[in-house]
């Protein structure tokens, strides 16, 4: 999730475990130490491109990681909060629950979260809810503003468990609208006699009503965009993997990083000077406009090998610009009320 989400869910999440024995601390505390592990960030810019890639979101967020800092986020409370030493059941509860709170939430979109490192790789995506989704975090946003009125402790927490109880429901409807949907994908295809290798589907950014739907056979993946509440689908295409391309560094270990944190549904295509595109199709378009466009794939990587034969691999950054009119397209692709129910037929 995005770094104000996780400030979100942090306080309220603070203000549930802590509020009533630490006040507002435990709200201010726990935004910054929700966002914690996000600071792997950090490292980004001194690693290959595919490592960090792989390092965000890795070690980090693991639960080993979580348990390790514990006691050190503890004592560093009771130190600069002196008074509060006799509260040091009341700091674990906090810290530990915000940290796992940020590791538990980012499991449920599609860049992966390697919770299990480092006795496993494996990276947890439940492909089910977006970066930022306005609906999930609104009712955190609702109650931190309530907060400024209310002063009375009980009344704060029970709003405070309300706002949770609120995005628990809505995250439940996430994995319910997934799990429906892949459902009505798998009975087309089937009904149309349809051979396919793997199917994926994951929301849009802001709303859990637009989704990305790619199914993949064995020369490339169809995409397009599907509407779970007027069952209409939006921007078809198909995008020839041409996997061939990358025979000269198929059995480089960067490169493979790179297929690895694709989960394999990429794309490859010819640039200019013998360079070779990768194009991640789980993120083809965050242009607020909804249509699946390589141009603008935020995870987009240009591969060449160089004179000694080695591997140079940059990132190339979209150029995205968010507008009024994206916006407004944006909304009605979400909003639109004709039907075209494809899945159904």
């Known amino acids: 999730m995005d770094t104000i989400s996780h400030a979100l869910i942090g306080a309220v999440t603070g203000e549930i475990v802590a509020g009533g024995k630490l006040g507002k601390k435990a709200v201010l505390w726990g935004t910054a130490i929700a966002n914690l592990p996000d600071l792997d960030v950090i ?7 595919a490592q960090s890639l792989l390092f965000h979101r890795g070690p980090s967020h693991s639960i080993l990681f979580c348990v390790l800092i514990i006691p050190l986020i503890v004592k560093l409370m009771t130190i600069i909060h002196k008074k509060t030493k006799k509260n040091r059941i009341d700091w674990i509860r906090l810290v530990s629950w915000c940290l796992f ?14 919770i299990f490192y480092p006795f496993s790789n494996f990276r947890v995506a439940f492909d089910c809810m977006g970066i930022v989704d306005v609906l999930l975090i609104f009712p955190f946003a ?13 009344l704060r927490k029970t709003v405070a468990l309300l706002s949770m109880l ?3 429901l809505y995250l439940g409807f996430a994995v319910v609208n997934k799990i429906n949907l892949e459902q009505k994908i798998k009975s087309h295809l089937a009904g149309m006699s349809i051979n396919y290798d793997r199917i994926l589907t994951s929301p849009l950014p802001l709303t859990n009503f637009v989704w990305i739907v790619i199914v993949e056979d064995e020369d490339g993946f169809f995409s397009t965009n599907y509407n779970v509440v ?35 549904f990429y794309c490859l295509s010819r640039g200019e000077d013998d360079e070779i595109i990768f194009y991640d199709l789980r993120f083809a378009s965050f242009d607020f406009d ?20 080695e591997l140079t691999m940059k990132h ?30």
Do not use: W
């Open 43 to 49: 490292a980004q810019p001194f690693l290959k491109p």
């Open 101 to 114: 709170s940020h590791i538990f939430i980012d499991c449920f979109n599609s860049y992966g979260t390697a």
């Open 142 to 154: 609702v109650a931190l503003l309530l907060f400024i009125f209310i002063k009375r402790t009980g």
């Open 166 to 168: 609120l995005s628990i």
């Open 230 to 264: 007027n069952r209409q689908i939006k921007y078809e295409k198909y995008f020839p993997k041409n996997h061939y391309l990358s025979e000269k560094f198929n059995k480089n270990a960067e490169f493979m990083r790179l297929v690895r944190f694709s989960k394999g």
């Open 290 to 309: 909804g249509v699946a466009d390589l141009d603008k794939a935020v995870f987009v990587h240009r591969l060449k090998m160089n004179e000694n034969g």
């Open 316 to 345: 190339r950054y979209p150029e995205r610009k968010v507008s009024f009119e994206k916006l407004k397209r944006y909304c009605q692709q979400i909003l639109n009320t004709e039907t075209q129910d494809r899945f159904n037929q």
